[in-house]
Every structure is written in structure tokens, then in C-alpha cells.
């Protein structure tokens, strides 16, 4: 009779343990689907003023289409905690590479320090029209930093080449004026802008609609997966991001070659802030909750409220290690393209916290049962 009442006990929590997973998947998706409307609805603002400034060139314009670059960044930077398992975004035909590809060679679009006729916008003969699809089949084609389209291109295109140790960019709005400017081809550099702010935005239409109520992944990923699988997508995204990618790839290759164009936004001086934003993604994701740009908050069930139930300690653990590596990215020095030059164990503290908060998600991913 005990032994009855112990395994009646067992199964009742397994149950609501697997209940709370499959809340914590739905909010998963909710934050997914809702980060998204954001960096459409950014987007389509940076559109928007890119279309105005390029019908009417002023210096307040090109302020706007900054403006909005920063704004838009926001959201898509706490994106970057929903890759690396094959959803949407990086899928084998995904469109991550050309929206957030990164470190561009900037001469492959526009003049350069030394070369006033670098770039497609001044190659007029060989690429007489600027089209989404030339971009696209360009893109990556010559080398893996031939980056024509995404997020720094428009980037390259409103700040131009940082060569200032205490300021972003300062390409002037005027080298968009079609009479007395003051770059060759103002014209085709327009269009150029407006065609990739298109592209930009036809792309994340395209995420935005896979994972909205009713979306074709969403639905794959809700009822088509098993728990199992679905929370190994989760922190194995959490486990990349953290590790190999934001304290590898962005911050410590940028130390370790103290060379500028490793720096994730290198023209507009915006890298500590793209590092914030990927870390809230983090955040996030483990703690099921999302601030629109609205200001509106989304919150529901949470990886962490599972492994507090599982484990206590393996839980703690990871909220320890989320606290000291937030304390630790936020005292990094700006502007980073300085501090990686002039200071660089400045950085080192944060990396190696987000490799620990890296290795803490791989005890909780194994805590629940993740299929990696």
C-alpha cells in the first residue's frame, strides 16, 4: 500500500513537472514570436526613414535613419538567443547571413579610406543596377567577409568608416546629394540603402511569420517535437550563444586581434550595446520573460522555475552566474574599439563568466532532460 502511494506520489510530480515544461516551451515561443514583431516593426521605422532621407537629403534625416539603426538593434540583438539549432533564422536556407552577418569588409560596397572608387555602388559598369536579388547572390560569394546586405551594410552605408578613437563613423549626409556632394554616385548609394532596408525587412517578415500564433515552425516546434527535443534546441542555443559565439566569436577574437573590424558594430561604436542585448536574450530565454518596445512585459512559466523545483542548487548556481556576469559586461569600458586596443583584461573577467554561466545552463539542460 505504501509502495502504491510513493509511486501514485512520483508519477503526480512527473506530470506537473512535464506540464511546466510544456508552459515553459509556449512561453518560449511567445517571447520568440513577440521579439520578433519588434524587430519587424524596428525595421520597418529604419525603412521608413531611410526612404524619406534618400527622397530628401538633410543632416536632421540622416540623424533618423542613425537613430533608427540604434533602436532596431535592440530588439534583433536579444534574437541571437533563439539560434544555433537549425529554427527559421539559421536554418540550411535560413536568412541569418544576410541580415547579421559579420565582420564586413567594407570596400566590397562603398569608397574607403585610400580608395574613393572602391565598391558596387562605384562600379556603375559592372553592376549597372542594385537589385535584392545581385545583393543576395553576392553576399558571402567572395569570401566570408564580402558582406553586401544586413544589418551593417546599412550600417557602413549611415556611419561610413570609424576612424576616430573618441566617435562612431562620421560619413556625412552629404555624400547622399545627387547636386554638390560629396562622394561620387550619391544617387545609386541611395538606392543601395533602400534596396537593403527592403531586404532587411521581406526577411524578418519571413521569421516573424514562422513563429507567430499559428506559424508553420511554431506549430513543428510546439506539437510536432518532443519536450525532450525542443529543450535541447533551447540550451543548446543558450550554451552557443553564451560561450562559443558572445564571449568567442564577439568578444574575445576582438581582444585577442585588437583589430577594429572584429568588433561586432564597428562603424557606429554600438558593439557594448549589441553585447547587453544578446546577454538580456540570455536572460530571457531562462527566465521566461520579454520587455517589448512598447514597454509591455511578457511573462509566464520559466526554464528557471523548473530546475528550482528539480534542483535547488544547480538552479542558484545559474543565478549566480547570470548575476556576476551582468556585473562584469557592464563595467567594460566604451567605446570596445578602444578598450580592445588599450585595455583588454577589461573584458577578459566577462568572458570568462559567460563561459561559467555557459557551463551552468548545461547542468540545468541535463537537470530537465534536454536532448542534446
Request: aromatic residues 10%; negative net charge.
Amino acid at each position: 500500500m505504501l509502495f502504491t502511494a510513493v509511486s501514485c506520489i512520483k508519477n503526480d510530480e512527473e506530470k506537473e513537472v512535464l506540464q511546466m515544461k510544456k508552459e515553459a516551451l509556449e512561453q518560449y515561443a511567445n517571447i520568440v514570436s513577440k521579439s520578433y514583431e519588434d524587430c519587424y516593426s524596428t525595421a520597418l521605422q529604419l525603412k521608413l526613414a531611410i526612404d524619406a532621407f534618400v527622397a530628401n537629403p538633410t543632416d536632421n534625416g540622416f540623424q533618423q535613419c542613425k537613430d533608427a539603426w540604434l533602436a532596431a538593434r535592440t530588439p534583433y540583438g536579444q534574437t541571437e538567443a533563439y539560434r544555433f539549432y537549425g529554427g527559421p533564422i539559421d536554418e540550411e536556407n535560413g536568412p541569418e547571413g544576410y541580415m547579421n552577418a559579420w565582420p564586413m569588409d567594407e570596400n566590397f560596397v562603398d569608397y574607403v579610406v585610400g580608395n574613393p572608387s572602391a565598391g558596387i555602388i562605384n562600379s556603375t559598369t559592372q553592376y549597372s543596377t542594385i537589385s535584392k536579388q545581385v545583393l543576395v547572390d553576392l553576399n558571402e560569394s567572395i569570401s566570408e567577409t564580402s558582406i553586401f546586405t544586413g544589418y551593417h551594410a546599412i550600417e557602413f552605408l549611415l556611419w561610413g568608416q570609424d576612424m576616430s578613437t573618441s566617435t562612431a563613423g562620421m560619413r556625412p549626409y552629404t555624400d547622399y546629394l545627387v547636386s554638390g556632394g560629396t562622394a561620387a554616385n550619391p544617387a545609386r548609394r541611395g538606392e543601395y540603402l533602400q534596396v537593403v532596408a527592403d531586404l532587411l525587412l521581406e526577411q524578418l517578415a519571413g521569421i516573424r511569420d514562422e513563429w507567430k500564433l499559428g506559424g508553420s515552425y511554431r506549430n513543428q516546434f510546439l506539437n510536432s517535437t518532443e519536450t525532450k527535443v525542443a529543450l535541447g534546441f533551447i540550451f543548446t542555443s543558450l550554451g552557443e550563444l553564451s560561450k562559443g559565439e558572445l564571449s568567442g566569436e564577439r568578444m574575445f577574437v576582438a581582444i585577442d586581434t585588437k583589430d577594429q573590424e572584429n568588433e561586432h558594430s564597428c562603424f557606429s561604436d554600438n558593439t557594448l550595446n549589441d553585447i547587453k542585448m544578446n546577454f538580456l536574450g540570455l536572460q530571457n530565454v531562462y527566465f521566461g520573460q520579454y520587455k517589448a518596445i512598447d514597454n509591455t512585459t511578457l511573462s509566464g512559466r520559466s526554464i528557471s522555475e523548473i530546475a528550482e523545483k528539480l534542483d535547488r542548487t544547480k538552479a542558484d548556481a545559474v543565478r549566480v552566474a547570470f548575476a556576476d556576469a551582468e556585473q562584469k559586461i557592464n563595467v567594460i569600458p566604451a567605446p570596445f574599439d578602444q578598450t580592445i586596443v588599450n585595455n583588454p583584461n577589461a573584458v577578459l573577467p566577462a568572458i570568462t563568466a559567460l563561459r561559467t554561466l555557459s557551463d551552468r545552463f548545461a547542468d540545468v539542460g541535463l537537470l530537465l532532460g534536454a536532448q542534446f
